[in-house]
């Protein structure tokens, strides 16, 4: 179930009191509207109900779908220990992310049935064509969905005010599986950052085989 809490706060626009909700954890399942506002990127928002006031908290929660079996630990900044996983999801994939777009990234690859970690291996692919396209060091991309037997992909790139769409095709997908498989990769254990980082290191180990 979802765990949530009621805190005091003093508006610090007019002052006023008043309470905001906090989720220690959400469920998917049992609240499908806190897995909207996962999606939206909104868990954070609070507005205030007498001047309108508006503000983004940051905390740590457990976003956790007991039906599609993953638990994801959102620790804003990256910062503090992730939760220990509970007997209850030891044999959920775990997953550990420090904001809400990496959250809602995470809860559209696994929807759409994918491993995220292949998922990375493709990003890390993209990242590199797109770098040299508009010869931008640091470009973030973000799986948005599979449309047509392809992997569209949002791609923020500095500079530029608006995401740029890029899609791929899943044979890409199936690549990056055969190279996991190749490997012989598995999840590391506890609550794991599946990242760019650890898609990099991923291409460099298999370029060394
Ligand atoms: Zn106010």
Redesign the pocket.
Known sequence: MSTEILKDII??????A?KYRLFASINAQENPELKQQALEETVFDWR??????FAAMAYPFLYMDPQARYVICVTPGGGGQAAEPTEAVEDFVKRRVKNLAELKEKILIFDSGLDDVAVEVVKNALCTIIKNKYTANRVHAYFSRVQEGNMEFAIFVPGQPEPAYHSTRMEVYQQSQEVLRTLDFLDPPGFATIDARLARGIIEQYQAT
């Open positions: 508006c610090p626009q007019c002052g006023e008043q205030c109900q007498r001047c309108n006031y």
